[in-house]
């Protein structure tokens, strides 16, 4: 490395050497004369460095970098002073980098770079330490006080071990003790670099004793603060250490929250009108945010905390319309039938109206899929002039979900009740909770428990929300629950409600709602006007018997979305087409029919038609009785449910009981093996619905007489003998008729369910109404 004559003088390390040096540059440290470092070498320049520089004289120069980003710095990009270093040794890292050991040796300074591949290369110039006479009292006191302070620093801060200051207090020589702290001080680089290039010593240890004593003051300082933050705290707050004390150094400092972003939240609290409790809880969590360190997690959960509290509508209202008549005109306008229904909603906005008070009861509208009950909520919010607000409950399991979270856990939200009247904007929307039914109970908690105080009108006037950590007024909202089947409800929350059926629409129903709203809506919805497709009843009949198959209309409108995309499609292709839909027309777009069920008259005894609800509406199912010899084992198949079977078998046990009066020998039940079944086994089949149907079935087999023609029957029985009214009434009956049925046997408790369903629906219909078992078996066997 062209280097030659070195000589090293004892006391100031004077090492003569040529014009021309190989420089290392380095980042984030700064090499003192005399001080031993190591240095971890990553770029390819530097490593090849070392490799050379290690196998020759072992002598590089090394300079800091002023950035430490820069990968590849040239001359003005590292200081012009530095320290001339030897290898002490060279060390292979398991990650492929270099570690080299240096000690500094004497200082120097760049007059220009020579060469920039492969490494840097400089010409130099020998710089030497002017160093006070031996006998400067003033520099002696200095050298004494540096060693003092050192020592005391060392002792004070906890992180540096105690051995340390056995080391400053071994050290003899007055220059290699100042070069030493200087190097190991927490200083900037840049102030570093500055007590490197001070030429006169004792001006180095001047600086170099005044950087210590800010930095003894420092450590004092947070010694002090950490004392007394200890002092102030009790046994429960000792996990809370680490957080005091950054309070306390920020008290000191005066580093707080931005005090722009809190004045911003306090001139937005002067616009809430708000009661003195929520005001003084707003003021309370504020001044603890306004403490709080930015870095710190409970920053974010304060100030959304705070975000949330301004965004809730406390008492900020909508004004009601309370035009009851523009409410029916609106009613009648969006659901067509349904006239109950739509008359007890007029009759709560009445009292609503009138008392200006909603402790009235929470409506659930209850009934299969498709009936509109989702959509009415929305007709009354409009009809009110008030927000709409849908939340599905349906899969729900955590009752987080409705009241929310602690705000002590990260992450934590308000519940969906709170956050969906906060996106609604007013304190009494119109809160429709669609799928009540399908909430479950999950390891989270049971949401239908946390549901109880949202429901309760003498409760939810405080309704706890965890994440608010206070109540919140829920009393003015409407809520509207919806169900498809009320036996998973919890009893408590179903006694809350009160239960409004929505029954399934009749064919006669589902064309003019297919008139009136889905024809118009789907016409719209696809881009064609409204004389550009013409269906007509027996179209419409046709595709609600054929292609259907529900209580509602949703599938319908299905059907009906797929005939008018079709027509759009051509219109698009300009193709021709017809605009008025033909039978033709219905089955090339939509395949080939799917005829509802019909009756099926059999002169086969044993077989008994009875009626039966389901999710998606009333259906006829076919109960099939056989006799055959065997030891009067009883089974039943058709894939039925516990109660359907219970229904068998106490039939079974009443026959039995009864022998005499049915004239049935009672040596039958000994010798003939007794089977029921259910046709579609496919399909779940469950409910206390066909007892009687089993029955006759039964008593048809025995007899083995056929029973008449044309004839259903749906009720319960009891083990005396007496029939049950059994629910889906309406549903049943429609079906029946869909089937052709003539006539239906119903249980005497049933006759008001049937007066409730218009006379032009029952056309053609003949009712038999039952109170005891022998009045059903008359009227299936004789005229």
């Known amino acids: 490395m062209l280097l030659h004559n070195i000589f090293i003088d004892s006391e100031s390390v004077h090492i003569l050497i040529t014009e021309y040096l190989y420089i290392l540059p380095v980042r984030n440290v700064v090499l003192f004369p005399g001080v031993v470092i190591p240095i971890t070498a990553g770029r390819k320049k530097s490593i090849k460095l070392l490799k050379d520089a290690s ?104 992180n540096i071990p105690s051995e340390s200051s056995f080391a400053i207090r071994n050290i003899e020589s007055k220059s290699f003790l100042i070069n030493f702290v200087a190097s190991n001080m927490n200083l900037k ?45 009790d046994q429960q707050q000792k996990e809370y250490f680490l957080n005091q004390q950054i309070k306390a150094i920020q008290e000191e400092l005066g580093d707080f929250s931005s005090e722009k972003e809190v004045e911003e939240l306090r001139i937005k609290s002067y616009k809430k009108n708000w009661s003195k409790k929520v005001q003084k809880q707003f003021y309370r969590e504020l001044n603890k945010f306004q403490r709080t360190n930015t870095q710190m997690p409970e920053y974010t959960i304060l100030r959304n905390y705070l975000d949330f509290m301004l965004d809730l509508p406390w008492k900020k209202s909508s004004q009601d319309n309370f035009d009851l008549n ?21 009759e709560y906005l009445s ?148 239960i409004i059926d929505m ?75 017809l605009k008025r839909i033909n039978f033709s027309k219905i089955e090339e777009v939509l395949g080939p029919p799917n005829d509802p069920e019909k009756y099926e008259f059999t002169k086969i005894p044993g077989v008994v038609t009875g009626l039966a609800w389901t999710l998606v509406g009333g259906d006829i199912i076919y109960i099939e009785s056989t006799l055959f010899k065997g030891k009067g084992y009883f089974s039943i198949t058709g894939n039925v449910g516990e109660v359907m079977k219970e229904s068998a078998t106490i039939a079974l046990k009443y026959i039995k009981a009864h022998h005499y009066e049915f004239g049935i020998d009672d040596k039958m039940f000994e010798l003939y093996n007794i089977h029921i079944h259910v046709p579609e086994g496919g399909i779940p089949k469950d409910g206390p619905s066909a007892g009687i149907t089993m029955l006759t079935s039964m008593i048809s087999s025995f007899w083995k007489t056929s029973i008449r023609p044309y004839l259903a029957m749906t009720g319960e029985m009891t083990l005396r003998g007496k029939v049950l009214p059994v629910g889906g009434i309406k549903e049943k009956i429609l079906a029946a008729k869909r089937a052709n049925i003539k006539e239906i046997i119903l249980s005497k408790e049933n006759k008001k369910d049937v007066y409730d369903i218009k006379k032009v629906y029952l056309k053609g219909l003949k009712f038999h109404f039952v109170s005891k078992i022998n009045e059903v078996i008359n009227l299936s066997f004789y005229e």
């Open 503 to 577: 029954n399934g629409y009749t064919v006669e129903e589902k064309i003019e709602i297919c008139k009136k709203h889905l024809i118009p809506k789907q016409l719209k919805e696809n881009g064609l006007k409204n004389n550009e497709i013409i269906l007509g009843v027996k179209q419409i009949e046709k595709i609600i018997e054929s292609y259907t198959r529900e209580s509602g209309v949703r599938s319908l409108e299905k059907r009906i979305s797929k005939i008018v995309r079709d027509a759009a499609k051509n219109i698009a292709m300009n193709k021709k087409y």
């Open 326 to 346: 523009r409410a029916k005109k609106i009613l009648d306008k969006d659901h067509f039938g349904i006239d109950k229904v739509k008359e007890r909603i007029i």
């Open 55 to 158: 196998s020759t004289e072992k002598i590089i120069g090394v300079l800091t970098q002023k950035d430490f980003h820069t990968e590849n710095p040239k001359e003005p990009e590292l200081y012009y002073i530095g320290t001339v270093a030897k290898i002490l040794k060279l060390l292979k890292m398991p990650d492929g980098n270099t570690t080299v050991i240096l000690q500094g040796k004497s200082r120097f300074k760049v007059i220009k770079m020579i060469q920039y591949y492969p490494y840097l290369k400089a010409e130099i110039i020998y710089l030497k330490d002017k160093k006070p006479e031996k006998k400067d009292k003033e520099y002696i006191a200095l050298i004494s006080s540096i060693k003092e302070i050192a020592i005391k620093i060392l002792q004070d801060n906890t």
């Open 351 to 498: 009292v609503l109206k009138l008392k200006q008070d909603l402790r009235s009861p929470i409506l659930c509208f209850y009934g299969p899929p498709g009936v509109g009950k989702t959509s009415l909520g929305k007709s009354i919010a409009y009809a009110l002039n008030r927000k709409y607000i849908r939340m599905s409950l349906g899969g729900l399991n955590d009752e987080a979900e409705i009241r929310g979270h602690r705000k002590t856990y990260i992450g934590a939200m308000p519940g969906r009740i709170l956050q969906s009247i906060k996106k609604a904007g007013t304190s009494n929307p119109v809160f429709v909770l669609d799928e009540i039914d399908k909430m479950g109970i999950g390891h989270q908690g049971n949401p239908s428990s946390a549901m109880l105080e949202v429901l309760d009108p003498e409760q939810n006037k405080e309704f706890y929300d965890n994440f608010l950590e206070m109540g919140y007024d829920l009393s003015k909202i409407i809520f509207i629950a919806t169900a498809n089947s009320l036996y998973p409800i919890h009893i408590a929350l179903l006694d809350r409600m009160e």
């Open 189 to 233: 680089i840049k102030k570093k670099q500055i007590l490197l290039e001070y030429d006169f010593f004792k001006q180095r240890a001047i600086e170099t004793f005044r950087f210590l004593n800010i930095e003894y003051q420092q450590i004092k300082l947070k010694n002090e603060i950490k004392s007394r933050v200890k002092t102030e705290m």
